[in-house]
Each structure stands twice: as structure tokens, then as C-alpha cells.
């Protein structure tokens, strides 16, 4: 009995960190295919973005137009801000 006792606490310790470790570890696995995970999601959006791209340009080079594109003439017309006038101050503004 003097050896249980002497054992003992050695066992409980040693059984303590063993669970302690399993369960890092464990974490560490499930964090790993997680990640695993998400960057596949990610490498699969990548892909989708790049095979969009790749479309756009076989149209332009096929001179299709995409969906949703703005031709050459209507991007005249498109402006942020109007043009600026270049004559000077106004008559008014000398009053």
C-alpha cells in the first residue's frame, strides 16, 4: 500500500496532462481542417473569379459584349462630374 501512495499523485498528474494534451491536440486538428477548409472555399472563388475574367476577355477579344458592359458610345456620355469651364471668373462674381 506504501507504493499506491507514493504512485498515486505521480498517476494523477501524469492522467491530467494527458488529457490535457489530447485536447490540444484535438483542437489543433479540428482549427487545421477548418482552415483546410475555408481556403479551399476561397481557392473555389478565386477560380470562379478567374474563369469570369478569362470569359470577359474571350469577348472582348471576340468583340461580344457582357452583359451589363457600356459600349463606346454610351461611355461618352458617362461623366462624373461635368466639364469645367475655362474662361475665367463670371461677370457677376467681379461685383
Known sequence: MEYV???LPSLVVGLLFWFAMKSIFNA???ERQAEAEA???A???SAAGTRSAQAAEQAVKQD???PGAVSDSQQGNLQAF???????PSAESDK
Do not use: N
Open 82 to 88: 461635368p466639364p469645367a469651364d475655362t474662361s475665367g
Open 64 to 66: 461580344k459584349p457582357r
Open 28 to 30: 489543433d486538428k479540428a
Open 39 to 41: 481556403q479551399a472555399e
Open 5 to 7: 501512495a507514493v504512485l
Open 43 to 45: 481557392d473555389a472563388r
